[in-house]
Structure formats: structure tokens, C-alpha cells
């Protein structure tokens, strides 16, 4: 509560700071068409303004600042109440907003990257996996969520099925092939890269403290969750990781690879709202979208990719998929037709199917086999993290076919 009431402070002095902006730039617009004659009424008009917008600006900061003080002491001694789905939600979306600006705060709202178990984080050591893993197997299917969502995105419309009936990706894999399913929560408003390389850490300690010997794992990434995956096996093979040479399988569901077109449009609005004094400050607000907004718009994966010292000018060049694991694409239209064209337009209105498929660039593009490519029409892009329905046609992981090519399984094709 103190955090919250901190950054609510904070927030409502850049609002107000904002204001006086937009004020201060109409108004030098109004006095030079009637200047010299209104320097003086203009020295006095800015003078005022000033005085106001710093007490209002003052007020409101004490008295923010001062009230969630209060209410964080209070708070202490209330009883503890155990986190709900909504506050998770809630704190991964802050997160996703201005996830970078809180990390750089060690603001306690920053959420850390970890395993989850029941909306609490497991310590990748081997007393904490057992007890949050009674039924660890040697094959782990790893669940890694997209921006602004937490590892119950994962459980969306889970009991479909029935009363008491609950179906996920992760029930299914362990049901049908005996794969224990581990969910990741991170905080989606840091670098992409930055969550690669705190993936593959984690995972490096995870893998080596699991209960037994882990032998395969598969990668399930929504949406940014893909992108991290990326980014982590590629620094997983730089520092000699050995649990990304335990990866066969990756999907990427409605992942940007090549980028996201609404990211893009947004980058292309506040550089068009930049050319004007009066515009300038609302220029200022959507730039202030985390770093893991702005990675979207290329698919930057390595920090070379965004850190301004380079000029890095194809994301996908030098990351290449890792080789010996098995990759598919699924990717989706809110159209029930792919060559609709407002499907064709708008994707699952965050991702366009060319991007989930990793396109065609002469840049350097990661094309995916035709045979692991899915698209399913009448879908948008958050239904493809839904859990598979045995009624519904457009469950991807229920209709897409894995091969076990390259491993020790049998020969022949197994429905996931």
C-alpha cells in the first residue's frame, strides 16, 4: 500500500506537470501572435501560472504521498490476505505499463521472475521444488506467459468443460504424456532480453535442483512469453546452459517474431503528436510505455537489439531457433477467413500472422517448417492461451501434431 501510494504520488505530479505544458504551449502560441504588445501581460500570465501549477502540483503530492502512508501503516496490522487472481492481474498489467520504471526503483510492486505454485513463488532449490512438486517427472513442460498477463492466464476459461472440470494446456500434457507442468510469472515491462537472461538463469538453477533428472522439456510461449523463450535459449547456449539442450519442443502461440503492428502504430502516433508544442506532452505519455512495450514493435530479442550504443537493424538476424528441438507456429485472425481482408489487416488484433509465422524478410527471417505452422480464423489473440476444449476446433495445442523426430521416443506422430 505504501509502494501503490508512492507511485500514485508520483503519477499525480507528472499529470499535473503535464497540464502546465500543454497550458504553457497554447499560451506561447496566443501571446507571439499578439507580441510585442502582450509581453507584458504575458510575463504576468506565466508568473501565475507558475505559482498555481507548483501548489496544486505540491498539494496534491503531500497529500497522495501522506495518504498512502497511512494506510500502508494501517495496514500492518491487519490480517494477511492471500493474493487473488484480480490483484495478480492487476499488478502484472502495472507492470507491464511501467514495469522498467518500477524495477529501477526497487519498487516492491516490480514483480521478480520466478516458478509459481498456487499465486506464490517457488525458490528454484530442491526442498522448495519438492514441496511444491510432490509429482516432478523427468519431463517438464514449461509455461511462459505474454505481456501484461500472469501464470493464471494460463487457466482462462479453464472449466469450459463442466462444473468442477478443469482443462489447461497443463493438465492436458500431464494427463496424456506424464509432462509436469511449470508456469513462470515475470515482471513484462522489463527488456525482453533482460527476461531472457533471468529466464535462463532461473531455469539453470530450477533444472539442476528438480527432484529427479530432468530428461526433455517443452516450451510453451504466448504471445512476448515467445519472445522471452528466444532470448533465453540464446543466452542459455552463450554461457553453456545445459537445460536448453534438454528443449525438443517450443510452440510460440501468436508470437511477434517480426513484430507488433499496434506497437509500431503507437511508435508512429507519438512521433507525429511530437511535432507540436501543444501536442508534445501527450507525445510524452505514450512514450513513457515500458521497454517491453517497445521491444514488441521489432521483436528485439538481445540487448544489442534496443541499446542505443548499436545499430542493430534486423532482430532476427543472429538468433536463429535452436536446432535440435522441434519448432510451430501457431498464429490466428479474428476473421473466420485468413485472406479477409480485415483479417488480413488487424491478425488477432495484436499479431499478424506473418509475424507469428516469421514471415519472409531480407533482412533475416526465421521461416517455420509448412507442416508446424497452424492458423485458426474467429480468434483474437488472447483465446489461443485458453485451454484446450474437446468441443471447440480452434484449441491449438488439442489439433496441432508433434513428431517426435531427434529424441529417444518411438517413431510415429502423437496428438497433443
Given at each position: ?21 500543454v ?25 501565475i ?71 506464490v ?37 479453464a ?101 507488433a ?53 534486423s ?39 506473418a ?8 533482412d ?53
Amino acid at each position: 500500500m505504501q509502494a501503490m501510494g508512492r507511485l500514485a504520488a508520483r503519477t499525480s505530479a507528472d499529470a499535473v506537470s503535464l497540464v502546465e505544458q500543454v497550458h504553457r504551449a497554447v499560451a506561447a502560441r496566443a501571446f507571439s501572435s499578439a507580441a510585442p504588445a502582450s509581453r507584458p501581460v504575458r510575463v504576468l500570465h506565466d508568473g501565475i501560472a507558475t505559482g498555481v501549477y507548483a501548489a496544486v502540483r505540491g498539494a496534491g503530492l503531500v497529500t497522495v504521498l501522506a495518504a498512502g502512508e497511512l494506510v500502508g501503516a494501517a495496514a500492518r496490522w491487519a490480517p494477511k490476505t492471500a493474493p487473488t487472481p484480480r490483484s495478480n492481474l492487476a499488478l502484472a498489467v502495472l507492470n507491464a505499463t511501467v514495469g522498467d520504471e518500477l524495477a529501477h526503483q526497487a519498487s516492491l510492486l516490480a514483480i521478480p521472475m520466478a516458478l509459481r505454485r498456487d499465486r506464490v513463488d517457488v525458490a528454484p532449490r530442491r526442498p522448495a521444488l519438492e514441496v511444491a512438486f510432490p509429482e516432478a517427472s523427468s519431463k517438464v513442460a514449461l509455461f511462459v506467459h505474454g505481456l501484461g498477463e500472469t501464470e493464471e492466464s494460463w487457466r482462462l476459461h479453464a472449466d469450459r468443460q463442466g462444473p468442477g472440470i478443469e482443462s489447461t494446456y497443463g493438465s492436458r500434457l500431464a494427463q496424456d504424456f506424464g509432462y509436469t507442468p511449470v508456469y513462470v510469472r515475470y515482471n513484462t515491462g522489463l527488456h525482453i532480453s533482460e527476461n531472457g537472461r533471468h529466464l535462463t538463469a532461473l531455469l539453470d538453477k530450477a533444472v539442476g535442483a528438480w527432484p529427479v533428472p530432468v530428461t526433455e522439456i517443452i516450451v510453451v510461449g504466448h504471445s512476448m512469453g515467445g519472445l522471452v523463450a528466444r532470448s533465453a535459449c540464446h543466452y542459455a547456449q552463450e554461457r553453456h546452459h545445459s537445460w536448453v539442450s534438454k528443449v525438443r519442443h517450443v510452440f510460440y502461440l501468436g508470437c511477434p517474431h517480426l513484430g507488433a503492428g499496434l506497437e509500431r502504430w503507437v511508435s508512429a502516433l507519438s512521433s507525429v503528436l511530437g511535432r507540436l508544442d501543444e501536442s508534445r506532452p501527450l507525445a510524452s505519455i505514450l512514450d513513457r510505455r515500458s521497454a517491453g512495450i517497445k521491444d514488441l514493435g521489432a521483436g528485439h530479442l538481445l540487448d544489442e537489439h534496443w541499446h542505443p550504443d548499436t545499430n542493430a537493424t534486423s532482430p532476427g538476424r543472429g538468433v536463429p531457433l535452436i536446432p535440435w528441438a522441434t519448432h510451430y507456429s501457431v498464429s490466428a485472425t479474428v476473421t473466420t477467413s485468413r485472406r479477409n481482408p480485415l483479417g488480413r489487416l488487424v491478425g488477432d488484433l495484436l499479431v499478424h500472422p506473418a509475424s507469428a509465422r516469421g514471415g519472409t524478410r531480407r533482412d533475416g527471417s526465421m521461416p517455420f517448417p509448412a507442416r508446424y505452422v497452424r492458423h485458426f480464423g474467429g480468434m483474437h489473440h488472447f483465446e489461443s492461451a485458453e485451454p484446450p476444449l474437446r468441443l471447440r476446433g480452434a484449441a491449438p495445442l488439442a489439433r496441432c501434431r508433434i513428431r517426435y523426430a531427434g529424441d529417444t521416443t518411438p517413431p510415429g506422430v502423437s496428438r497433443c
